[in-house]
């Protein structure tokens, strides 16, 4: 059975930080994403790293605030996220992806169930 488990949103002040975990079963560990998604706006791609963790992509509004990584001995991985804005308030979701390229790793094969990330002003 396909199980991606995220953890780690919550409620933060601006400025703020929080880490998101995404534990994978059921499928081969291979590149991975956050996306987040906000009521009434389509899902969008955050980061992504590719199988080894060589590569990694991350969305312009992002960049220099939020560090993607895993650990392939634990089937998990990591969304750190710095710098927290009000605009980074949305559901994250942690995805399995289509591939290690910069494109392929912004389709995705396997969602998880998501975690709420509230940034107060």
């Known amino acids: 059975q396909v199980q991606l488990v995220e953890s780690g949103g919550g409620l933060v002040q601006a400025g703020g930080s929080l880490r998101l975990s995404c534990a994978v079963s059921?499928?081969?560990?291979?590149?991975m994403g956050w996306f987040r998604q906000t009521p009434g706006k389509e899902r969008e791609f955050v980061a992504g790293?590719?199988?080894?963790?060589?590569?990694?992509y991350y969305a312009d509004s992002v960049k220099g605030r939020f560090t993607i990584s895993r650990d392939n001995a634990k089937n998990t991985v990591y969304l750190q996220m710095n710098g927290l804005k009000p605009e980074d308030t949305a559901v994250y979701y942690c995805?399995?992806?289509?591939?290690?390229?910069?494109?392929?790793?912004?389709?995705?094969?396997?969602w998880g169930q998501g975690t709420q990330v509230t940034v107060s002003s």
């Open positions: 790293i590719s199988s080894r963790g060589w590569s990694r």
């Open positions: 995805a399995q992806t289509r591939g290690n390229s910069d494109s392929d790793i912004r389709l995705v094969d396997y």
């Open positions: 059921g499928l081969t560990f291979s590149s």
